[in-house]
């Protein structure tokens, strides 16, 4: 998760792309640049952390209409929408479709590093959580069809004699069930056990 952000301009402007890429890089900041959204998709470059700078008017497709396809494109990265045009119709239906911030030509250059900055580290959590998300998965695949249910079970609340008379079990062996689910999903304690159980949207 530590690895370099990347702040992908999108516009038809040569020399505006120039000169935001030389902001960015100023402060630290890798920088990919394209002409049009189409470029963009082609180079493929989205799967690491980063942002999306991009210009709502553009030829062809309208930033707008890029940034409201880019989850059917498989692309997740927060956008930070520029325009020389704004109003506000266009800057709401920027925010609903998620962008982070929408600035009106000509902007402040600490204006457009503060979104960016801001940008960059809402993907970052974003992905640890979903990282984070996907070894729990990955955890609870390891458990027997027994350790799941007594896992959802003991999260749901009830005591280990209630878990052993609902399955048709011995309590020693729901305390052995208990046991393993807690050690391969690394709960040390019930409390994360449960915790785990509702990130996993486990039935209650």
Do not use: W
Not at 1 to 20: C, F, G, P, W
Not at 54 to 81: I, N, W, Y
Not at 186 to 199: H, I, P, Q, Y
């Amino acid at each position: 998760m530590n690895e370099d952000a990347i702040v992908h301009i999108v516009d038809d402007d040569a020399s505006l792309r120039k000169a935001l890429s030389g902001l960015f890089r100023s402060v630290g900041l890798s920088v990919c640049d394209y002409e049009s959204p189409a470029a963009f998709l082609s180079e493929k470059r989205y799967d690491g952390p980063g942002c999306l700078v991009l210009d709502v008017r553009m030829p062809g497709a309208s930033g707008l209409d890029f940034q409201e396809s880019l989850d059917g494109e498989g692309v997740d990265l927060p956008v930070v929408m520029m325009t020389g045009h704004g109003d506000i119709p266009m800057t709401v239906r920027a925010m609903k479709a998620g962008a982070i911030d929408f600035l009106a030509k000509p902007f402040r250059d600490q204006d457009m590093l503060d979104a960016v900055s801001a940008a960059i580290e809402r993907h970052r959590a974003a992905r640890s959580i979903a990282a984070g998300a996907c070894e729990l998965h990955a955890r609870f695949e390891t458990l027997s069809p027994r350790e799941r249910q007594v896992m959802e079970l003991v999260a749901a609340g009830k005591m280990n004699k209630q878990v052993a008379g609902d399955l048709e079990l011995s309590e020693i062996t729901v305390k052995i069930h208990r046991g393993a689910a807690m050690r391969k999903m690394g709960a040390r304690t019930l409390a994360d056990l449960v915790r785990m159980a509702d990130a996993l949207a486990l039935p209650r």
